[in-house]
């Protein structure tokens, strides 16, 4: 088979994600934090319902969520161990910039919840594929954060909102290696005529 080397194909069979620690600044700058915005926001949308949004945690707003973290586990854990306590105070400031993906799913009329579930989903690709495509690389995380009522709440999402991933974005100190793949045997089937 001829490898085919159009720039979208080589990027999406290229593209791996690098763990936050592995990400170093310098990260995106306005106008390319912008683009990749943009593109996300350009998801499939049944419904033109718009549903999910972005919270960017840049700067001093990544510490300031970690402590928002922190606080959590303190209030779990009040004898929390100073190791664990550093992984919660570091856990939006291991990479230069780190964007919440939040789905809006909410009943409606004429477009199930699941579809736009599946927005959000397809919205936070996009993001990633853009910000790769920057020349940047990316690690699609929702860890205990986004499961944690009192977190979401505390970084200002409705009760009815869910995290889909918070996308860590940075430079890559060196390029990954490849991970096993699913076989297509294994994935793909023809519907019989
Ligand atoms: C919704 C979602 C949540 C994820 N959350 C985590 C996570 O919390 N921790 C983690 O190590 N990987 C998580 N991953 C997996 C990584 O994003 C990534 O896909 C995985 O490390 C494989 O790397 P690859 O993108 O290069 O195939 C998540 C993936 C998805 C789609």
Redesign the pocket.
Known sequence: MNEIFEPTIALLQRR??VAPVNLTGPGPTERELDTALRIASRAPDHGKLAPWRFLVFEGAARERAGRLALEIKLADDPLLDEASRQIELGRFSRSPLVIGVISRAAPHVKIPEWEQVLSAGAACMELVIAVNALGYAS?????WCAYDVRFRTAIGLAEHERIV?FVHVGRPKFAPED?PRPALADIVARFPA
């Open positions: 791996r994600s690690t699609w995380l929702t860890e991933g991970r």
